[in-house]
């Protein structure tokens, strides 16, 4: 029978906390979900923005600043280091899905690779952003 | 039922029945994303913080209209793909999962529409 075992085996992600210690591996792969739904949520402030530019100059004052006051500055600043955070461990995660990359070196070396891609893009964008 | 072989038994028993089709296809969307993020990125963020005026310039540029308008269908199409995982992981009550499915095509849809139709808005303007 293929489950004698029923009932008695661990069920990974449910054991962050009691028995599973955090590790490179599995901090990325919770991150890539929540950096997905972050960009999403920003994704919407981003169409209220198209929106306000679509209606009138008074519109769109008020939802740009509101956009780039500081509050609105900080969340930007989040979801950009998340778009490229996503991007790039998207790409990892598009190889495993063709099954490469899978040695535990590989996982390191690409892992860090991708934090540390996702921190040139963001200061190259931000450049752009304030003198582009 | 004890004649049943053990896949006989798992078959049909995934959340959405459909699970291979959807994997394929957020593949696809996430390949998407990949080509389109860089071209809406900068133009957007060279816009964001200026005034109507270059705001209405930049999206003007039929290029940079087109690319904020595929971002937006394809982005947010990933992004119900995304969710649906995610709400598949996380609510097992099947009515309230279905509910949730729902409002997340709906919303995610509805989003979608509403920035292409403000971007198409303030090219055609
Ligand atoms: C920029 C290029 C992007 C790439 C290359 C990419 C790639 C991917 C891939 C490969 C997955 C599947 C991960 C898995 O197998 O678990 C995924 C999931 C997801 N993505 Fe993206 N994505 C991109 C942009 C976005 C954007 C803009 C959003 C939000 C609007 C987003 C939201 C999500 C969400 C919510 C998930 C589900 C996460 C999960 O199941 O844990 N992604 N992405």
Redesign the interface.
């Given at each position: 029978?293929?489950?004698v075992n029923r009932g008695n085996r661990p069920l990974s992600?449910f054991m962050i906390g009691s028995v599973y210690r955090p590790q490179i591996t599995s901090v990325m792969s919770i991150l890539h979900?929540l950096t997905?739904?972050g960009?999403?949520l920003t994704?919407?402030l981003?169409?209220w923005?198209?929106?306000a530019?679509?209606t009138?100059?008074y519109y769109?004052?008020f939802a740009?600043g509101l956009?780039?006051s500081w509050i609105g500055n900080l969340i930007?600043f989040l979801a950009l280091v998340s778009?490229w955070y996503h991007?790039f461990n998207?790409?990892r995660?598009?190889f495993w899905?063709a099954g490469k990359g899978f040695e535990l070196g590989q996982v390191r070396t690409t892992g860090i690779a991708t934090a540390v891609a996702a921190g040139v893009m963001s200061i190259v964008?931000?450049t752009?952003?304030l003198w582009? | 039922m004890g004649f049943r072989t053990?896949r006989q038994r798992v078959h049909g028993l995934g959340t959405s029945h459909t699970g291979a089709h959807h994997w394929w296809s957020q593949?696809l969307t996430?390949?998407g994303?990949?080509i389109l993020?860089p071209f809406f990125?900068?133009p957007?963020?060279?816009a964001?913080?200026?005034?109507?005026e270059t705001?209405?310039e930049i999206?003007g540029h039929p290029f940079n209209a087109v690319v904020?308008m595929l971002t937006?269908a394809v982005?947010?199409l990933h992004?119900q793909q995304?969710?649906q995982v995610?709400i598949e992981?996380y609510v097992h009550d099947k009515p309230v999962l279905v509910a949730m499915l729902v409002a997340n095509v709906v919303l995610c849809a509805a989003?979608a529409m509403?920035?292409i139709?403000?971007?198409a808005?303030?090219a055609f303007?």
């Amino acid at each position: 029978m293929a489950d004698v075992n029923r009932g008695n085996r661990p069920l990974s992600p449910f054991m962050i906390g009691s028995v599973y210690r955090p590790q490179i591996t599995s901090v990325m792969s919770i991150l890539h979900r929540l950096t997905g739904i972050g960009i999403g949520l920003t994704g919407v402030l981003v169409v209220w923005w198209f929106l306000a530019a679509s209606t009138s100059p008074y519109y769109f004052d008020f939802a740009d600043g509101l956009l780039t006051s500081w509050i609105g500055n900080l969340i930007l600043f989040l979801a950009l280091v998340s778009l490229w955070y996503h991007f790039f461990n998207g790409i990892r995660h598009l190889f495993w899905d063709a099954g490469k990359g899978f040695e535990l070196g590989q996982v390191r070396t690409t892992g860090i690779a991708t934090a540390v891609a996702a921190g040139v893009m963001s200061i190259v964008t931000i450049t752009i952003a304030l003198w582009g | 039922m004890g004649f049943r072989t053990d896949r006989q038994r798992v078959h049909g028993l995934g959340t959405s029945h459909t699970g291979a089709h959807h994997w394929w296809s957020q593949r696809l969307t996430a390949v998407g994303m990949l080509i389109l993020v860089p071209f809406f990125l900068f133009p957007f963020v060279r816009a964001l913080g200026t005034d109507f005026e270059t705001v209405r310039e930049i999206y003007g540029h039929p290029f940079n209209a087109v690319v904020a308008m595929l971002t937006l269908a394809v982005g947010f199409l990933h992004l119900q793909q995304g969710l649906q995982v995610v709400i598949e992981d996380y609510v097992h009550d099947k009515p309230v999962l279905v509910a949730m499915l729902v409002a997340n095509v709906v919303l995610c849809a509805a989003f979608a529409m509403t920035g292409i139709f403000a971007v198409a808005k303030i090219a055609f303007a």
